[in-house]
């Protein structure tokens, strides 16, 4: 698994929407979504198998964001929408590369190759 590549992050407004990528995921691994606010851990956002039939999602984001993967083109995708000011952070996204490498888990250590963050900003 090489590294990944995150994208889609900026500033909107709060009730709005973005979709970030992630680019360079292979078909093999269960994808996670991740982001990380200014002094606070980073924390678990989404996940979603290799083969894209099983997803998972933090109870803070359930409803507003979905998380989709098309392996033709080796991207995972993460649409957030009704975004409000706390969900302002870091997001980065990373490979389950642990032992069942398609399945997510809720151990951030299972994961790796992480890319270098996109920054998310909701805020008038």
């Known amino acids: 698994q090489t590294q990944l590549v995150e994208s889609g992050g900026g500033l909107v407004q709060p009730g709005g929407s973005l979709r970030l990528s992630c680019a360079g995921s292979r078909d093999y691994n269960a994808i996670g979504w991740f982001r990380q606010a200014p002094g606070k851990e980073r924390e678990g956002v989404s996940c979603?198998?290799?083969?894209?039939?099983?997803?998972n999602y933090a109870d803070s984001v359930k409803g507003r964001f979905t998380i989709s993967r098309d392996n033709a083109k080796n991207t995972v995708y993460l649409q957030m929408n009704s975004l409000q000011p706390e969900d302002t952070a870091v997001y980065y996204c990373?490979?389950?590369?642990?032992?069942?490498?398609?399945?997510?888990?809720?151990?951030?250590?299972?994961?790796?190759?992480w890319g270098q963050g996109t920054q998310v900003t909701v805020s008038s």
């Open positions: 979603i198998s290799s083969s894209g039939r099983s997803t």
């Open positions: 990373a490979a389950r590369i642990t032992i069942v490498r398609a399945l997510c888990s809720d151990d951030i250590a299972d994961f790796g190759s």
